[in-house]
């Protein structure tokens, strides 16, 4: 697939739909047909179908992979733009075979893993996500107790806007994100109202202007990405996540976000299948760092996703061959 910008690509994915005549909706709104499937395939690894899910991070590890698959193993890779639990759907019909990078969907992984088997988790993809609270660096320094929790309720009138309703605004990403930063405001009595910006773009957007022009930003963000690096953003400490007291019902959440061990998962008859590509699934792993680099390269230095994936590739043989099949 032919890179796209980041936006467009939030606004493609955001009209995806999954429909009872087995078409899923990608990018520009046009319908994805079924593909081959590895045993149909005229070459011994066949088709495999990516999922792209609207954040850079996941767009630079498929750019990867599917280089790999393409270069090392001769694969026809196809990538789809699609909402996460659109994603998930698509395992079912055979039209998505891999999601790269899952932040934790028990609700999807109860219902096609557990009980269709449609698909299996694989395993971590060596990446740490982590999700939580930010300002830019300059309020930090500028109001060093901004970032204890307790003190936001002091600060809210910083954070007032047009669509805060007279509230504070703590600004989050595209709704479809793992969140529940509605029932942290609520519970942790804070005088703040969430507002969605609608992608990962807009939010990026938001923290960089923030940052350029020193106006007041609360907002959600997550490692790993690597514009929380390039700016120096600044994690507001919310009461710590425990794992005794933090599991239950999300609505009465009052604590963190729980740092989570990111996972591959794949169709089950894909990896069942015998193609070599699957063994790169299995064996694909690498750093927080490594994601950080490629997504830099794509939305920083404005590479195709082809050119940053062989520019990663290019520098790290040693990681790669560490993937492949044993010959």
Sequence with gaps: MSRTTTTRRMLAAGAAAFSATMVLAGCGGGDIES?????????????????????????????????????????????????????????????????IEDWGHPELQKKYVDEDKTAEVVGPNGNEGLIGWYVPKWMAEKYPDITDYNNLNKYAALFKTSESGGKGQLLDGDPSYVSYDEALVKNLKLDYKVVYTGSEAALITAFDQATAKKTPLLGYFYAPQWKLVDLGLVRVNLPKWDAATCKADKQAAACDYEPTTLNKVARTEFMNSGSPAADLIKNFTWTNDDQNLVAKYIAGDKLSDEDAAKKWVDANPDKVKAWLPAS
């Design 35 to 99: 593909t081959a499937t590895a045993s149909s395939a005229t070459n011994k690894c066949g088709t495999v179908n990516l999922a792209v899910d609207p954040w850079v991070g996941m767009e630079a590890s498929v750019a990867v992979v599917k280089y790999v698959a393409e270069k090392n193993l001769g694969c026809t890779v196809e990538t789809k733009d699609l909402k996460e639990e659109v994603a998930w759907q698509g395992f079912g019909t055979g039209q998505v075979d891999v999601i």
